[in-house]
């Protein structure tokens, strides 16, 4: 074996080449997390102008009928997710009926399907002119509405309900992660003292489950926050309602900014409850055993109410949509497989990729930097970077636009002036706006996958690479992304995803004359054409499945026993 010996010089050489090039990293990795906030930092900007006159008046019109049908809407999603989330990955977890081991994977399926898709479909179903009514009048030989009562979809009801059909998966998932984690020791204890499935479930898995099980809610609350067309197809006037109604309508641009920004407050208060939620109350393991669970074996009826609860939100949240959206795709697919459609599905692969890679390209930038400086203003500036997910898209276009205008008209006056040319809307007019707004929304997942894929490669790592004379950014590409390659395609192919489901900002941001699948599907559901845009909303479905193979995957619980196989 040859021994490497460096002399003191050549040492102290590289010592102050690593040390410059942190510096350096450090600083770059404060500059995007700047960049980053400049969005919400532009919203709260315009909403503090002199506009007083404006929130005068939403503050006496409008403003609280935003803020009570915002809340209710919160309320009913968080409770209806909270039941049907919870209530399934207990089921799957700690029984045994038929079809468990198909529902523990099938029930992450409608998290594929988008709030506003489900919403066009169910009213198109669902509506008096639809196929349900249209039927019930028949066999009952009614003739007019008032002849009888139906459920109004198009409501706050309605929305609360579909709305939880979708997203119900986000606390499915975590709840079940923390079931399948819990100590076998604990639960065991808790069937010695006589309890049975459900009463273990509310007295020991339920407490235990407490934190993962707010996170699943509070992502869940901010994604209802972020919803905009199935709000705006319901006519339900929330806060994401009124920034759209606001800006359009009114053409007031400060008034949506301070919408904006109270929507943001909620956000905040969201972020501020889930963080509450978790550190007042600590529940910890009192054993590492890890050995399968002994499930409650359910026959007869409980079994078959069990397997009702669980197809019940596969089918409604998904199997029904999705069957009757490829009807629809089948019957119009010579109308709707075209040059539009093409050119639909062009702009929307070439959006959701760019900002995918621009997304992981600067949470490898971000992650690494907090990995070589951990010092607090390096964390800081890196976690304000994340939270741009906390912030809806409406919120996110608005701040977008501001800076963006200003410096386009900065470059314009300036080039006018001084050449006598006119440069137009270099960034708010093209897709560099939109490209940038997906990146400061998706960044955090993006920037949370690639965070945990380095955190397991071990510092002895970083040791050798320096010790061998390589600088930060080479021990990244060299080193640390050939080990880390999985982390990042699934980084690139969540953004990927979100991004091709993102209404409310491309809506704003998009250039006049660029449609994306979302945008095209929005369009013609708004005009009662649900079946010239089922294809497009099929395919949007279609992407949407890709997270879901994922989290299927990736998600495995950590005991997997010969059930879980089966």
Not at 405 to 420: F, P, Q, S
Not at 473 to 479: C, H, M, P
Request: net charge positive; hydrophobic share 55%.
């Amino acid at each position: 074996m040859t021994a490497i010996v460096i002399g003191d010089e050549t040492a102290r050489r590289l010592w102050r080449r690593g040390r410059g090039s942190q510096k350096r990293w450090t600083t770059v990795t404060v500059l995007v997390a700047a960049l980053v906030a400049v969005p919400v930092l532009g919203v709260v900007a315009l909403a503090l102008g002199p506009s007083a006159e404006i929130w005068r008046h939403l503050a006496t019109t409008v403003l609280p009928t935003y803020a009570l049908n915002t809340l209710w809407l919160m309320l009913g999603v968080g409770i209806g997710t909270f039941v049907i989330g919870v209530g399934t990955a207990w089921l799957v977890t700690a029984c045994a009926f038929p079809g468990r081991a198909i529902f523990a994977w099938a029930l992450m399926v409608p998290l594929a399907m988008p709030a506003y898709v489900i919403a066009y479909v169910y009213t198109d179903l669902l509506d008096y002119a639809g196929p349900v009514q249209m039927l019930l009048r028949e066999a009952v030989g009614w003739r007019l509405a008032g002849e009888y009562w139906f459920p109004e979809v198009r409501s706050l009801g309605g929305a609360i309900v579909l709305m939880s059909l979708v997203l119900y998966p986000y606390v499915y998932l975590l709840a079940r992660a923390a079931f399948h984690e819990q100590s076998v020791c604990v639960l065991e204890v808790s069937r010695t003292l006589g309890c049975g499935a459900w009463r273990s479930f509310a007295k020991v898995a339920l407490p235990l489950a407490r934190p993962a099980i707010a996170a699943g809610i509070a992502l869940v609350l901010l994604e209802t926050l972020n919803d905009f067309g199935t709000v705006d197809y319901f006519a339900v006037n929330t806060f994401t309602r009124g920034i759209f109604n606001v800006w359009f309508g009114m053409n007031s641009v400060a008034g949506a900014a301070q919408i904006a920004v109270a929507l943001l407050v909620v956000v905040l208060v969201v972020l501020a409850l889930e963080r509450a939620a978790r550190r007042k109350r600590r529940y910890h393991h009192t054993s590492g055993r890890q050995r399968p669970l002994a499930r409650y074996e359910l026959r007869g009826a409980r079994a078959g109410l069990a397997f009702a609860a669980c197809l019940a939100p596969i089918s409604l949240g998904f199997l029904l949509p999705g069957v009757i959206l490829a009807g629809h795709a089948v019957e119009n697919y010579r109308a709707a497989l075209g040059e539009a459609f093409v050119t639909l599905a062009a702009n929307s692969l070439f959006l959701s990729a760019g900002a995918a890679a621009i997304a992981v390209g600067l949470s490898l930038v971000l992650a690494y930097g907090a990995r070589l400086d951990g010092r607090p203003a390096v964390r800081v500036a890196v976690r304000v970077a994340s939270l741009g997910y906390a912030v809806p898209g409406a919120v996110l276009a608005v701040g977008v636009l501001s800076p963006f205008g200003w410096l386009d008209n900065a470059v314009d006056g300036w080039m006018r002036a001084n050449l006598g040319v006119s440069t137009g809307l270099l960034l708010s007019g093209t897709v560099a706006a939109i490209l940038f707004g997906y990146t400061v929304r998706f960044l955090a997942i993006s920037f949370g996958t690639i965070e945990a894929g380095l955190a397991k490669i071990r510092p002895s790592m970083d040791d050798a690479a320096r010790s061998l004379g390589l600088t930060p950014a080479q021990t990244l590409w060299r080193v640390h992304v050939p080990l880390m390659r999985g982390s990042a395609l699934a980084a690139a192919i969540l953004v990927f995803v979100d991004a091709m489901k993102e209404l409310p900002m491309t809506l704003v941001l998009r250039p006049f004359n660029v449609q994306t699948l979302a945008t095209h599907v929005y369009q013609y559901a708004g005009d009662e054409q649900l079946e010239r845009s089922a294809l497009a909303a099929l395919a949007i479905v279609a992407v949407g499945l890709l997270p879901v193979i994922i989290l299927s995957g990736a998600i495995s619980p950590a005991r997997r026993d010969r059930a879980d196989r089966a």
